[in-house]
């Protein structure tokens, strides 16, 4: 090969080569909150492409580094929205806009992920307080399917999806008994005395049982049949092979004491990892939440107390009386439509758990690290450290305080923009001009 051509091909392949090093930016600010090593004042986060490289007061940058001078503002890990319904559903009104809902009773090969609207305006309502992630899950029937863990920006669903089995969803019976007499009801003929109630009650329970007795049968047959073309695969027992065989937590959603003690029983038999969901009276069994190492997703926060024996203040004090019994506790909001729409306000029910005893630090980690930690991407997500994905916002204040505002988001070290409906909404009439006087 003639000289020339060798010396253009060596220019090339350098500057490919230069183009494949992804650049390195030393983002600095007046406070760098890691949700596991405390907050470092006037910090430094150094990240290389979609990787922090290091955190600290005073890091060490290479050469031909960007610098960005994030002034006042506070750098947080992307926050987590756990067990939602985001990109589900839409408008409440409108039936085609509403996709939470399964038919059928056990579902188990259902993915919520697949069905999530990535042109959702709720989206980006979430996204604009600083949430770059959610889990999505499935409603309906017992067991409703497999929750997915989304980003909250990307080029359709699949760029979106983080993981898109991150969990097995139950909705544990309710277990209490109506003690109403027939004559009390508004509709006699539904009565059903308590013992038939009790009947019911634990013809659920076996159901849930034969359920899972034959998932288990299934997965015993799988692996004995290796890899032959001949077995004859069941969809909806493939989606249960993750969660029976430990690899895949199981979130039992359940309100009440009963049916809690109830699934940590069923669960402990059985060998499963789970996550109690909702736990409304979860407070009240915190000692056996810890022993178990059963973690906590509240959603009951902004609740009115069940009994009319507790103090007005119940829900607030709970995520504090879970966390001091040694139960990793994570907040969310409530699934369903309303709920989608509110997912942006789950740090406000951290801050008001904060405010009735939750030590700052936690609070932070339930809605960051310790969603990120029961859902098995604790390496990627939930805090800023070095080696884990550069996922972070940057505040002009507190980020528990509603008056403070999210001015800067990163996912994997690209940024993202901050627009949602309200902003344009909000730019479109905010210089408004004044209306005419109509003459008469």
């Known amino acids: 090969m ?31 909150h890691t949700a596991d090593r405390g907050t470092i004042e006037n910090g430094q986060l150094l990240v290389q492409g979609n990787r922090i490289l290091a955190v600290g007061k005073q890091v060490q940058a290479p050469p031909n580094t960007k610098t960005v001078n994030l002034g006042e503002l506070q750098l947080y890990p992307g926050l987590i929205a756990a ?35 990535p042109d959702s305006e709720l989206i980006p309502v979430a996204r604009a307080n600083g949430y ?11 067991v409703t399917g497999n929750s997915g863990l989304i980003k909250t920006s990307g080029w359709g669903v699949e760029d979106m999806t983080v993981k898109p089995r991150a969990a097995l969803h139950i909705m544990w019976p309710v277990l209490s008994i109506n003690p109403v007499p027939k004559s009390a009801l508004r509709n006699p003929e539904k009565f059903k ?19 899972f007795d034959q998932a288990e049968a299934y997965a015993k047959a799988r692996e ?3 890899d032959q073309e001949d077995f004859n695969t069941v969809p909806a027992w493939e989606g249960t092979l993750e969660a029976i065989g430990g690899r895949q937590p199981i979130m039992v959603h359940a309100n009440y004491e009963r049916q809690i003690t109830s699934a940590v029983a069923w669960a402990k038999r059985r060998g499963y990892r789970i996550i109690i969901a909702a736990g409304l009276d979860a407070w009240r069994v915190a000692d056996l939440l810890a022993k178990e190492k059963v973690p906590v997703v509240l959603d009951n926060v902004f609740r ?23 139960v990793k506790v994570v907040h ?24 009735y005893g939750l030590p700052r630090e936690t609070a932070l980690q339930s809605i960051t690290l310790h969603p990120a930690e029961i859902l098995g991407v604790e390496k990627q997500l939930g805090s800023l450290t070095a080696g884990k994905e550069a996922t972070f916002i940057a505040v002009d204040g507190d980020l528990f305080d509603i008056r403070s505002n999210v001015k800067h988001m990163w996912i994997a070290g690209k940024p993202v923009s901050l627009e949602s409906r309200h902003t344009r909404l909000y730019e479109k009439y905010k210089n408004r001009p004044k209306p005419k006087a109509v003459q008469r």
């Open 304 to 326: 009115l107390p069940q009994r009319d024996t507790d103090s007005h203040e119940v829900n607030f004090r709970a995520a504090n009386v879970l966390h001091k019994a040694g």
């Open 332 to 355: 969310s909001v409530r699934m369903g439509n309303w709920g989608a729409t509110e997912v942006r306000n789950i740090t406000y029910a951290a801050a008001r758990s904060m405010a």
């Open 193 to 211: 005395s308590p013992k038939d109630q009790a009947r019911e009650r634990e013809k659920k329970l076996r159901t849930l049982d034969q359920f």
């Open 132 to 142: 770059t992630h959610a889990l999505v899950a499935p409603l309906g029937g017992v």
């Open 83 to 117: 067990a939602t319904s985001l990109g589900l559903t839409e408008i409440n009104a409108v039936r085609a806009t509403q996709d939470t809902t399964e038919v059928g009773e056990f579902t188990p090969d259902v993915e919520a992920w697949i069905s999530v609207n």
């Open 224 to 226: 004995a049949h290796g």
């Open 2 to 32: 003639p000289k020339g051509q060798t010396m253009k091909l060596v220019i090339v392949y350098l500057v490919a080569s230069v183009g494949l090093v992804a650049e390195t930016v030393l983002y600095q600010a007046a406070a760098i």
